[in-house]
C-alpha cells in the first residue's frame, strides 16, 4: 500500500520561510518523481515543483521559480519543498504526490502522477 504524508504545514507571514515534508512507503518504483501540488480556495489544483528521485533533476512552476526548492532524501524516502519570500497567493493546500519517471517525464501534469497525499495547509498572511 502506497502512502505518501505531508507536514510541515502551518501559518506564516509575508516573507517568511516553510519547510514542508513528504514520506513515501510501499511504492514499488524506484526511478520516480516526486511532487508538489498546490490548491488554494476556488482555484484548481496547479503544480508547483518536481525531482527525478535518482538524477535529482528539479522542475519549477514560473510562480514559484526563485523562492522554492524541492529536494529529496533517499535514505528517508522524503521530498522536501523549502519555501521561501512567501507571499500571501501562495496560501494553499499544498500536497505530494508520487509517479514512475516514465510517464511523468518532468512534467507537472496532474494525471501523470499515481499517488497523492492527504495534503497540508500553508496560510500566508500578509
Known amino acids: 500500500q502506497v502512502r505518501l504524508v505531508e507536514s510541515g504545514g502551518g501559518p506564516v507571514q509575508t516573507g517568511g520561510s516553510l519547510r514542508l515534508s513528504c514520506s513515501r512507503s510501499?511504492?514499488?518504483?524506484?526511478?520516480?518523481?516526486m511532487a508538489w501540488f498546490r490548491q488554494a480556495p476556488g482555484k484548481e489544483r496547479e503544480g508547483v515543483a518536481s525531482i527525478h528521485t535518482k538524477s535529482g533533476s528539479e522542475f519549477y512552476a514560473d510562480s514559484v521559480k526563485g523562492r522554492f526548492t524541492t529536494s529529496h532524501d533517499d535514505a528517508k524516502n522524503t521530498v522536501y519543498l523549502q519555501m521561501s519570500s512567501l507571499k500571501p497567493e501562495d496560501t494553499a493546500t499544498y500536497y505530494c504526490?508520487?509517479?514512475?519517471?516514465?510517464?511523468?517525464?518532468?512534467?507537472?501534469?496532474?494525471?501523470?502522477?499515481?499517488?497523492w497525499g492527504q495534503g497540508t495547509q500553508v496560510t500566508v498572511s500578509s
Open positions: 510501499g511504492y514499488a518504483f524506484t526511478s520516480v518523481y
Open positions: 504526490a508520487v509517479g514512475d519517471a516514465l510517464l511523468v517525464r518532468g512534467s507537472l501534469d496532474q494525471w501523470r502522477f499515481s499517488y
